[in-house]
């Protein structure tokens, strides 16, 4: 159990993880195109694709940031506003995660790192979820509403789904279409709407966790419902 007299998420500046997350953004730009859910085509991420070697990555990407962290006054002031901004809300945030999925938060300390890539992921292991370093405070805090819930999806709900029989590529459809759950009970934290994946399996199966969670308030019953469709679609 957190303790709730001290912040828990911190927003940071750290390059190595800002790095890591541009990796995680292009294998996530590579399996979602053989997922077939669509995205817009990257130019940048399509020319990273092309090169042979983790190294020759990496040093494109240095290259590419290298830009953000000359202006390391700037990243630091944005990172400060950013935690004057969340600390209002995040006792708050904590217990409604809390309470929807019913049990603790089981992290003491995560940091959100500000990141330059166009996508955002996250490590439980390291406690680290990336958010944008290019937009506003309160969009910042919307990736993090979303990072959070999946945080919480791994601790307490991802073995269940591998019990059950799901695969990893299913567990991943199901695990980002219960962000639908932001828009019913986090209204009052984001800035904007979570609109989910452009993917059928996704619309079906945020429509499904919506109907449920409007019926019972029930995170497992919502999650035996989206396991039954995936299982057979």
């Known amino acids: 159990m957190v303790n709730k007299d001290s912040q828990v998420v911190t927003f940071v500046i750290d390059k190595e993880i800002d790095i890591k997350n541009h990796f995680i953004a292009l294998n996530a730009y590579k399996q979602a195109k053989g997922r077939g859910i669509i995205y817009n085509k990257e130019d940048i991420s399509e020319a990273l694709l092309l090169l042979k070697s983790d190294d020759e990555i990496r040093i494109q990407i240095e290259k590419t940031i290298e830009q953000y962290y000359k202006q390391d006054k700037k990243l630091q002031s944005l990172a400060d506003d950013i935690n004057k901004e969340w600390i ?95 828009n019913i009970e986090f209204k009052e934290f984001r800035f904007q709407s979570d609109n989910g994946k452009n993917s059928p399996t996704h619309i079906k199966l945020r429509e499904i966790i919506k109907n449920s969670w409007e019926k019972c308030n029930d995170f497992s019953k919502c999650l035996d419902e989206a396991i039954a469709y995936i299982k057979n679609n």
């Open 88 to 182: 209002k809300i995040e006792k708050d945030v904590i217990q409604k995660l809390e309470g929807i999925h019913k049990f603790p938060f089981p992290y003491k300390s995560v940091k959100g790192v500000l990141s330059s890539a166009n996508s955002y992921g996250y490590n439980t292991q390291e406690c680290w979820f990336a958010t944008s370093m290019r937009g506003n405070k309160f969009l910042c805090i919307d990736v993090a509403t979303h990072e959070l819930m999946h945080f919480m999806f791994h601790k307490y709900y991802e073995k269940i789904c591998y019990d059950k029989g799901l695969n990893k590529d299913q567990i991943w459809h199901v695990k980002e279409s219960f962000s639908v759950l932001l």
